[in-house]
């Protein structure tokens, strides 16, 4: 995990008890005695999970990317090389253009520049006149003319085999091109790229600056919260998405307005995904990393010690009262800034960070229960 992560996951941990005392002072007064002594625990297990205080999108599993093919207007197509379903290498021909209407115009240009040519030899036999040479000057920039169209053409001719620039499958086949609900040119051909699932989401005007590409993410299933796939934001587009409404605008929570643009993000790996599958997906914070570990693991910054190397503790309740307890350490995660518990502490333990003004019999509240 990087650094950035560590802070942020800390920053996390301390917005939770930091709202839960603000909560407690307005709601029981800031200068109520009963709360002047207290002391603000979370609950180990919430601790471990991150997810709540994490932004999620809606996400869904798609294909890889599909890359369309589309007719020169200008030009007719001869034939289609493929059909729907047929695999396909990147250089594979999709599709070639009619090149007759090249064949005929190189024929003629040629002509042409055969005539000019014949027209320069008359002209210079008839004498060196001012008069005759800007004539040839002229005759000559008009076949400089032509042989500039007649490479246009024989590039066309080169190029008359549209190539897939992709491995991947067809997708659709459009011999006649047309178009789409929305008004825009369908590809004579679309390909859709080989390879594993990817994700697409949606972030709104407003919150779109909180993404950018090459961000970490986890992508959640909606059915098991545990279930998780790392992945990095690959493209965010810059044009807002068209609704089935025929919209552009989607409505936050607040019940206003606003633009909803694509995201996708590339998996590092897809087992138990499914195409079409509704996810989450969240800025992964760590939040993954400690899901993974067996036991109960917390940030090494709860772990205190007895005086003179004695042994280590953690702030805790007991009956509604703050206790010193001693607790067993296991493995150490530099990584992620965690140390596991082996003893001492259960998932439902409440704990607080240490403080030279906590003692013990003080008055300890569960922040997620004021917080309710």
């Given at each position: 995990m990087t650094k950035t992560k560590k802070i942020i996951l800390a920053v996390c941990l301390v917005a939770i008890v930091l709202a839960a005392a603000v909560f407690a002072w307005m709601k029981f007064g800031g200068s109520n005695s009963s709360m002047e002594d207290a002391v603000y625990m979370q609950k180990i297990s919430s601790l471990m999970n991150f997810g709540y205080s994490v932004d999620r999108y809606a996400g869904v599993i798609e294909a890889q990317k599909t890359q369309g093919y589309k007719c020169d207007n200008e030009r007719k197509i001869e034939e289609i090389y493929v059909t729907v379903g047929q695999e396909v290498k990147e250089g594979t021909p999709l599709f070639r253009y009619d090149v007759r209407s090249a064949e005929n115009s190189i024929e003629s240009i040629n002509l042409d520049i055969e005539g000019l040519n014949n027209d320069i030899a008359v002209l210079s036999s008839a004498g060196s006149s001012t008069e005759i040479k800007l004539q040839i000057s002229e005759k000559q920039l008009e076949i400089r003319q032509k042989q500039a169209e007649l490479e246009r053409f024989k590039q066309e001719i080169e190029q008359s085999e549209v190539l897939s620039t992709i491995d991947g499958v067809v997708k659709a086949v459009n011999p006649e091109g047309g178009s789409d609900n929305n008004g825009s040119d369908l590809p004579i051909v679309a390909v859709t790229e080989t390879g594993e699932f990817r994700v697409k989401g949606k972030v709104n005007e407003q919150t779109i600056g909180n993404i950018y590409p090459g961000m970490e993410v986890l992508i959640r299933s909606r059915v098991d919260e545990n279930q998780t796939w790392p992945g990095k934001i690959s493209n965010i587009e810059t044009e807002p998405a068209q609704e089935?409404?025929?919209?552009?605008?989607?409505?936050?929570?607040?019940?206003?307005?606003?633009?909803?643009?694509?995201?996708?993000?590339?998996?590092?790996?897809?087992?138990?995904?499914?195409?079409?599958?509704?996810?989450?997906?969240?800025?992964?914070?760590?939040?993954?990393?400690?899901?993974?570990?067996?036991?109960?693991?917390?940030?090494?910054?709860?772990?205190?010690?007895?005086?003179?190397?004695?042994?280590?503790?953690?702030?805790?309740?007991?009956?509604?009262?703050?206790?010193?307890?001693?607790?067993?350490?296991?493995?150490?995660?530099?990584?992620?800034?965690?140390?596991?518990?082996?003893?001492g502490l259960t998932e439902d333990s409440l704990i607080t960070w240490p403080d030279e003004t906590i003692t013990e019999g003080m008055k300890a509240i569960d922040a997620a229960e004021v917080m309710e």
């Open positions: 089935n409404n025929g919209g552009y605008f989607v409505e936050d929570s607040q019940g206003e307005k606003a633009s909803s643009y694509p995201f996708y993000v590339s998996l590092d790996a897809t087992d138990g995904l499914m195409l079409g599958q509704h996810v989450f997906i969240e800025p992964d914070y760590g939040q993954g990393e400690a899901k993974t570990k067996e036991g109960i693991w917390i940030d090494m910054s709860f772990i205190s010690y007895e005086e003179n190397g004695g042994a280590p503790f953690v702030w805790s309740a007991e009956r509604g009262k703050t206790v010193k307890k001693i607790v067993a350490l296991g493995e150490t995660d530099e990584e992620t800034f965690t140390v596991q518990i082996l003893d």
